[in-house]
């Protein structure tokens, strides 16, 4: 067998190896039910804006707590917690896409993804990422 | 239905642009189909040359089709003719001319326009230069592609599917059924386009999409060649030379544009930082990291006749993964992944067609040639570069080939109906690109100390111990000095736990030990000769790029860490509190600076906060800097808050700050207003909201701006003194009655929202009555966000000398035989 032959099959085992390792960073688009009964673990969920009145944000007093409710896609609601300012025309986004577990009866979101109907393209759905830390 | 005859539309250029449009198609076929028969008829020189006539005449007349369609679509975009539907959605009539650049390749059909627009100059360059008998399969190659960018961009049905789309489209054509277009003068009520979108309003976004591109178009040349060499079965040093020319303006090329990308995104997004691992970003990276390793791959080739079938595959991959990150970012499929793909077109069904043709024409015949390919009978040695040139390039490749996959997953979940998303990408990819750095930096060291053949491993190591040396102490220093740790515990199968050093205190090592020994190996082996020195110096600006993201991003510190509010959740640490509020004129401490919100001024759309910073320890102390930083916020009716950082440069960092929230001035009600009347007489004082207001005097004859006396005329004023907190105003609101009537003359603090009103004389009583309206302030606070990055000057020193280090070689090259 060829030196370079063996380079490779090392390489590759080498890669194998750390990918299943780090699969750990992996996740999946889920609910909050299931984001529920996995505490802790983080999750994506995709919702809408419900109640929003219950919408809390007030910079004077934190300009790093911003709290909403949301409905998932199976219409389940729960309160979410986002430790940064609240993402301008909130209020207008279509969809929202959360990262960010669950703590007690409270979702905590680390990165809020909106999807906002936008003129610039077209009717189309645009996309905008928050994020709580960098 | 009557047709409606539109007045004032400016048609024929639309209509000469959509002839060139199907011309340029058309002649981008003759000239693939008629230089693939001249090269099949290699044998006999006189019918190939006159294939090879007609073909050029096509190509000819292809280019020129395609810079028609430039100049036409950017002479409507220039003229702001929106009828046309790209003209409208692009631009708006406040666009400087440079940005109208920008408008040009914003959309879809702008940016194919671009793509084919420099293949065509790439490939009349090779025409004008002499390509030889390359030029046949070069340029048949490059043809077709041509071919199927010119279908993107005609945009007509066959039957019910439509083909491509057309910049020239106009906008009753898109949407018919907008009411707008049963006016047959609606030209004239189209007032302004929708605009640029404001993210895009950057220099950046000038330069960058261009250079870009031309590295996309480059990426084209060398797979050509490729290919040729397969179909003439010549793989000879001439062909390795011309091929080693394309791939070296390839990495060029596409490298600066990716870093223009990662500058822009620096500048002018608010993530704070210039590489985000967006799937845009990696699209354009992973071709890259081929191009770079066919580079080092076809260097051994070229002087030993080893890695020939990675060389291929590599050059050929990095074509395939520019027309894969084609279809990824325009088809639609990375959905609310990426921040900034293009919008889905309808193309998805095209793009794949487009994509698959050519990876899967080109595969078969790398895999039919793959066994007759010219092999070296003898093994290379263990200790020869050009052995260690191709591990290097192959573990660069699994980096490119496991960020490619991670880009994927949208792609993949839709093919197996999975979910799977990457949580955290920034630290999902560092987390293992850290790791494959430093095995790179270690090979960018070491591998030209190898010579090919064979190297005397004595000399070998003596030749490295110099640098490794130096590395070695350096990094001690420095990791110690900027305060890295140098172990960190992994744990290993989620259970052990093993210390290890830390990933930082390697990276630092290799990118240290890259640079020194290639700074040696300019100076020991090619004697400092600065024509031979590419290598060397691409070499040496890698490291630095490598040492500059380490230290920016490592060592990068949010200075507007929230300790006013923490008092919430104090027991969770997992979220920092990383904006911060700035009232007007209330100076906060941060880091090493006191920062103090002063003013706002708003331009165009833009509102620009003048945020004062001030070096200091502590508040009452002199400061031993003071600078002023502008980031802008717009409250944008389209896209919501659109935040432009602004960034203060030093030679060893730098302060970079954004605004993440303003409140919403617009939202003002007139719950904010409250109204008291008094009733004075000469000396009273009443307060109202945070002021004292005296009626100092009655003024029997008033003046204002505002009024004229007239004979007849009763008029008086109100000489009040208002006591603000800060500042004393004076005010005369006017009572007059003049034909029986009453006219009250308002006067106003704009400082506190105080509106004074006369609204009675009382003679009887020798008092008056006064209204006084306040408005509570407007709140005026900004949310930021301040991040300190130190030495981000390395990274950008790096790339710059990396550039260089490519031109070097270019240059030494040119000429090669």
Redesign the interface.
């Known amino acids: 067998m060829?030196?370079?032959h063996i380079?490779?099959l090392i390489?590759?085992a080498l890669?194998i190896t750390?990918?299943i390792?780090?699969s750990?960073?992996?996740?999946?688009?889920e609910n909050f039910t299931t984001a529920i009964s996995k505490e802790g673990k983080?999750f994506?969920v995709v919702g809408n804006l419900s109640r929003p009145d219950a919408m809390y944000y007030k910079?004077?007093?934190?300009?790093?707590?911003f709290s909403f409710y949301m409905k998932d896609k199976q219409g389940k609601e729960a309160k979410v917690v986002y430790?940064?300012?609240?993402?301008?025309?909130f209020a207008?986004s279509e969809?929202i896409?959360l990262?960010g577990k669950m703590n007690g009866d409270v979702f905590?979101a680390?990165?809020i993804?909106l999807?906002?109907p936008?003129?610039?393209?077209?009717g189309?759905l645009?996309?905008?990422?928050f994020?709580?830390?960098? | 239905m009557n047709e409606i005859q539109y007045i004032g539309e400016r048609l024929w250029l639309g209509n000469l642009g959509h002839f060139f449009t199907l011309l340029s198609m058309a002649a981008s076929l003759l000239a693939a189909i008629a230089y693939a028969i001249s090269f099949s008829h290699r044998k006999n020189e006189i019918v190939a040359n006159s294939w090879r006539k007609l073909a050029r005449a096509g190509f000819f007349t292809h280019a020129f089709s395609i810079f028609a369609i430039v100049a036409i679509l950017f002479y409507l975009i220039f003229k702001h003719y929106f009828e046309y539907q790209y003209v409208w959605?692009h631009s708006s009539l406040d666009l400087p001319v440079y940005y109208m650049l920008s408008c040009f390749w914003e959309g879809q059909e702008g940016s194919f326009l671009l793509w084919s627009f420099w293949n065509a100059v790439l490939s009349l360059i090779i025409i004008i230069k002499g390509g030889g008998k390359w030029e046949a399969p070069v340029l048949s190659t490059v043809s077709w592609v041509q071919v199927f960018l010119a279908t993107m961009l005609i945009g007509i049905y066959i039957g019910s599917y439509k083909l491509g789309s057309s910049p020239f489209a106009l906008m009753r054509q898109n949407m018919p059924a907008n009411p707008l277009f049963m006016n047959p003068e609606y030209v004239s009520l189209i007032k302004d386009g929708?605009?640029l979108?404001p993210l895009l309003q950057n220099y950046w976004m000038v330069i960058h999409p261009p250079v870009l591109f031309l590295g996309f178009s480059a990426s084209l040349f060398p797979f050509a060649y490729s290919i040729a060499a397969m179909l003439f079965n010549d793989f000879s040093r001439i062909w390795a030379n011309i091929t080693l020319r394309w791939t070296l303006f390839t990495s060029a090329i596409l490298g600066i544009g990716i870093l223009m990308g990662g500058a822009w995104a620096y500048e002018s997004l608010s993530?704070?930082g210039y590489w985000a691992w967006d799937p845009v970003e990696n699209a354009s990276l992973v071709p890259w990291i081929f191009s770079i390793a066919g580079l080092h791959t076809l260097m051994a080739y070229r002087s030993t006749g080893h890695a020939l079938k990675s060389t291929l595959f590599f050059l050929m991959g990095s074509f395939w993964l520019v027309l894969y990150s084609t279809f990824l970012t325009r088809s639609g499929i990375l959905?609310?992944t990426?921040?900034h793909a293009f919008?889905?077109l309808g193309m998805s069904g095209q793009l794949l067609v487009f994509m698959l043709t050519f990876i899967i024409a080109s595969a078969i015949l790398f895999i039919v040639k793959l066994l007759s390919l010219p092999q070296p009978a003898k093994?290379?040695s263990?200790y020869s570069r050009e052995?260690w040139l191709?591990?290097g390039s192959?573990?660069a490749v699994?980096l490119a080939t496991?960020i490619g996959i991670d880009t994927s997953w949208p792609a993949i979940n839709k093919i197996t109906g999975?979910?799977?998303?990457?949580?955290?990408p920034i630290?999902?990819y560092n987390?293992?690109s850290a790791?494959f750095t430093v095995a790179i930096l270690i090979f960018v060291a070491v591998t030209q100390y190898f010579k090919f053949k064979n190297t005397d491993t004595a000399k070998w190591a003596k030749d490295l111990a110099l640098p490794l040396g130096i590395s070695a102490v350096l990094t001690i220093i420095i990791t110690w000095a900027a305060d890295f740790s140098f172990f960190i515990t992994y744990k290993?199968?989620?259970s052990v736990e093993v210390p290890f050093l830390s990933v930082y205190m390697l990276l630092m090592f290799s990118s240290i030990f890259a640079i020194v020994a290639n700074i040696q190996y300019f100076f020991t082996v090619l004697k400092g000769k600065a024509k031979v020195s590419g290598a060397s110096v691409a070499h040496v600006g890698f490291g630095l790029m490598i040492l500059g993201v380490l230290f920016s991003a490592g060592k990068?510190e949010?200075l507007s860490i929230?300790t006013l509010?923490d008092f919430?959740?104090v027991e969770n640490e997992?979220?920092?509190?990383?904006?911060?509020?700035l009232s007007k004129n209330m100076p906060v401490q941060m880091g090493d600076y006191w920062v103090t919100y002063k003013s706002d001024s708003t331009q165009r759309f833009d509102t620009y906060y003048a945020i004062q910073y001030q070096q200091k320890a502590n508040q009452s102390d002199v400061p031993s800097r003071t600078f002023t930083l502008y980031p802008s916020a717009q409250?944008n009716p389209?896209?919501?808050?659109i935040s432009n950082p602004d960034t203060r440069h030093f030679w060893d960092k730098d302060i970079f700050s954004f605004i993440?929230?303003v409140?919403d001035r617009t939202a003002e009600s007139e719950e904010g207003l409250s109204l008291k009347e008094a009733e004075l007489s000469v000396g009273d004082t009443v307060a109202v909201n945070n002021a004292l207001i005296i009626l100092e005097a009655i003024d029997p004859n008033p003046s204002k701006e505002d009024y004229f006396p007239l004979a007849g005329d009763v008029a008086a004023g109100a000489k009040l003194q208002v006591l603000g907190i800060e500042k004393n105003y004076r005010l005369e609101p006017l009572y007059v009655i003049r034909n029986l009537e009453e006219t009250h003359y308002e006067d106003k603090v704009e400082d506190l929202g105080l509106t004074a009103r006369f609204e009675k004389i009382y003679p009887d009583k020798g008092k008056i009555k006064l209204q006084f309206i306040s408005q509570t302030p407007k709140?005026e606070?900004v949310?930021m966000k301040v991040?300190k990055f130190p030495f981000i000057n390395l990274l950008w020193l790096g790339c710059i000398i990396m550039s260089i280090g490519f031109f070097i070689s270019l240059r030494y090259r040119q000429h090669a035989k």
């Open positions: 060829r030196k370079s380079a490779i390489i590759i890669a750390y990918i390792s780090t750990s960073n992996y996740s999946t688009y983080e994506q910079p004077e007093e934190d300009p790093n707590f430790k940064g300012p609240q993402p301008a025309d207008r969809d896409v990262t905590e680390s990165k993804l999807k906002c936008s003129k610039y393209n077209d189309k645009e996309t905008q990422t994020e709580a830390k960098s | 959605q929708n605009g979108n993530f704070g959905g609310d990426s921040v919008t889905d093994e290379e263990a052995l191709f591990v192959l573990v699994i496991m999975g979910s799977r998303v990457i949580i955290d630290s999902h987390r293992y790791w290993l199968f989620n990068k949010v929230n509010f919430k959740d997992q979220f920092k509190r990383e904006n911060i509020l409250i389209k896209m919501g808050l993440s929230s409140p709140p606070y949310i991040i």
